[in-house]
Structure formats: C-alpha cells, structure tokens
C-alpha cells in the first residue's frame, strides 16, 4: 500500500487512518510493524503529539528497493515453508550427521577420502531446490556410500533414519 502509494505521490504521507482503511490491517497490528519497518529503515515516520502512535509515514528508499526486489525482499523475510519442503527439513541435519560420522568412521586413507566425497556428492545434490533433486542420483550416492562398509560390520548410524527421511520427502513431492 506504501508502495503504490509513493508511487501516485512521492511527497504525500499516509495517515494511520489511511493505513487502517485498507481492511487486511488490523490496529492492534499497525504499531508494532510500522516501527519495525521504521527501525529497519524501510519506511519514515513523521511522529506526532500522541506517541507512540505516528502522525504520517511514507515509504522509504530502501522500501522501494525491497519491495522490487523479491530476492532482497525473500532475504530479508523469507516465506514460510511449503508443505514439502516441511517434509524435508530435517535432511540437512541428518547430512550434516552423515558427514560428522563419516569423518569419524573406522575407514582409513583412500576408503576414507572417497566416502567423504561420495557424502559431499550428495550434500551438493541436496542443496539443488527440492523439485529439482535427482532421486535415481541420490539412491545410487547411498548405495556407494553403504558399498564402503561391506564386510566391516560397520554403517553410518544416521544412513538409516537419512533414507527413511528422504522417502517421505519423495513420496510428498
């Protein structure tokens, strides 16, 4: 609304009762965020004879720039997560455990050098936008990485709930 605003007239602020005729912003709301967007510089305000309430406030500069710039604006406040990238939010930690683990596994030299890449194979490919993740990729990186620990007896304790993860995620996409 500031947005639009500044741009019929740069010069003219809006009133809080201007603000609070567009229905989707509530009252209780108004203050809190319109300070907020102040302290960050993203709108100003012209404060009245009644603080905290403000007397008229205008789009900032670096408003402008943020309202453009839906990549500045997701930095900044990124949006909230779909359903399946909920799904799938515990799998960096789990490939975070995957990594700490095979770092610390029994395996020695060029054993050890070639898990630690075939893990950070999948970390590059997880770290692609999840509807863009190449699953046929993905199970035969796992495969590799189960082939190191034939006949050692050994696994990596978070394969498991990794791959049980990495279902759901499939199965929601």
Known sequence: MLYEHYIKDPLEMLTPEDVLADESVLREDLLANIHYLNDRGLVELMIGYNPPMFAAVRITADGIDMVEDRYLFNLRFPPEM?????TS????????RLVSEGDFSSLDGEKRMCLLRDLQFLRDELARPIHRWRFHVIETILTWIDGHFLGTGETLPSLQPFREALKAAREDL
């Open 89 to 96: 939010a515990g799998l960096p930690l789990l490939m975070e």
């Open 82 to 86: 779909e359903e399946l990238e909920e």
